[in-house]
């Protein structure tokens, strides 16, 4: 067996009486980028909360850096090197952009509570660091110019960029993305394709849940397929561009969607 920075072995989800995700495994290489694609309702979502520890597996294990998340809090994964981001986004409005990225320093920070209150020199110096960096990140995922807009003032392309400059301020071994490319337009989605590479160049994984093809295919070293909660395949974007079961979940979807189509119009 292959084994990388991410391990993830057998995992079944089940709600009540419905199996949303049965016997998953794949795993994830430093700084290797892996998609994981397939039809609306496949499980993906489920297996990225799974793996970042919002929903407990059924069954199975998952393994980062050789370490057992079975026993892992939350509040621990990125002091581990684990960020995400989420479909649905997790902000604050009433931050700046540059606020909101400084929240993400929170596992790299030292000083109390004491020391902040009271504005020591450590306190200071972190808290520089932090107002820095944090600009560096809005630089480096191209939004430095809004730093200072509220975060509730921003276009939904905007914040999902934010989003990401938050969870790279833990420097992270391995980044989850939910999704990231909703709400960009075509130009904005090349820019962000760019910028996985130099995360990827930075030696940072990258564990990517999107339904842009043309994004997965351009970014992706490999692909891992769901569908009906179960992977149907796995391999390099080309390998499973021709995989006759990727061929037909899709197909089998885009049927659906032509079927409903004429029954909305024949009502």
Same mark, same amino acid.
């Given at each position: 067996?292959? =084994?990388?920075?991410?391990? %993830?072995?057998? /995992?079944?989800?089940?709600?009540?009486?419905? #199996?949303?995700?049965?016997?998953?495994?794949? =795993?994830?290489? !430093?700084?290797?980028? %892996?998609?994981? /694609?397939?039809?609306?309702?496949?499980?993906?979502?489920?297996? &990225?909360?799974?793996?970042?520890?919002?929903?407990? *597996?059924?069954?199975?294990?998952?393994?980062?850096?050789?370490?057992?998340?079975?026993?892992?809090?939350?509040?621990?994964?990125?002091?581990?090197?684990?960020?995400?981001?989420?479909?649905? @986004?997790?902000?604050?409005?009433?931050?700046? %952009? &540059?606020?909101?990225?400084?929240?993400? $320093?929170?596992?790299?920070? #030292?000083?109390?509570?004491?020391?902040?209150?009271?504005?020591?020199?450590?306190?200071?110096?972190?808290?520089?660091?932090? =107002?820095?960096? !944090?600009?560096? @990140?809005?630089?480096?995922?191209? /939004?430095?110019?809004?730093?200072?807009?509220?975060?509730?003032?921003?276009?939904?392309?905007?914040?999902? &960029?934010?989003?990401?400059?938050? !969870?790279?301020?833990?420097?992270?071994? &391995?980044? @989850?993305?939910?999704?990231?490319?909703?709400?960009?337009?075509?130009?904005?989605?090349?820019?962000?394709?760019?910028? $996985?590479?130099?995360?990827?160049?930075?030696?940072?994984?990258?564990?990517?849940?999107?339904?842009?093809?043309?994004?997965?295919?351009?970014?992706?070293?490999?692909? %891992?397929?769901?569908?009906?909660?179960?992977? /149907?395949?796995?391999?390099?974007?080309?390998?499973?561009?021709?995989? *006759?079961?990727?061929?037909?979940?899709?197909?089998?979807?885009?049927?659906?969607?032509?079927?409903?189509?004429?029954?909305?119009?024949?009502?």
């Amino acid at each position: 067996m292959t =084994h990388g920075i991410l391990q %993830v072995e057998e /995992i079944t989800m089940d709600f009540g009486g419905v #199996r949303a995700v049965n016997h998953v495994s794949f =795993h994830v290489k !430093a700084g290797e980028v %892996v998609a994981l /694609i397939g039809p609306n309702g496949a499980g993906k979502s489920t297996v &990225l909360n799974m793996i970042s520890g919002v929903l407990t *597996p059924t069954s199975g294990a998952i393994s980062f850096a050789n370490q057992a998340l079975a026993q892992v809090q939350g509040c621990d994964y990125a002091p581990l090197g684990i960020t995400r981001t989420f479909q649905n @986004l997790q902000t604050f409005d009433d931050m700046t %952009v &540059l606020e909101n990225v400084m929240v993400g $320093f929170h596992s790299k920070t #030292r000083a109390g509570l004491v020391s902040c209150g009271l504005k020591f020199g450590a306190a200071r110096k972190e808290e520089k660091y932090m =107002h820095d960096r !944090a600009k560096e @990140l809005l630089e480096f995922v191209g /939004i430095h110019a809004l730093e200072n807009q509220l975060a509730g003032s921003l276009s939904y392309g905007k914040l999902r &960029l934010m989003e990401i400059a938050r !969870a790279l301020a833990a420097e992270p071994k &391995l980044l @989850l993305l939910d999704e990231p490319a909703a709400g960009l337009n075509h130009s904005e989605t090349a820019e962000m394709t760019k910028m $996985f590479e130099h995360i990827r160049a930075q030696g940072t994984a990258i564990l990517l849940v999107e339904h842009d093809m043309d994004m997965v295919m351009n970014v992706a070293e490999r692909i %891992v397929v769901l569908d009906q909660g179960e992977k /149907i395949a796995e391999g390099t974007p080309h390998e499973v561009q021709e995989n *006759p079961k990727v061929i037909a979940a899709y197909l089998g979807q885009e049927e659906e969607a032509e079927e409903a189509q004429v029954m909305a119009g024949g009502v």
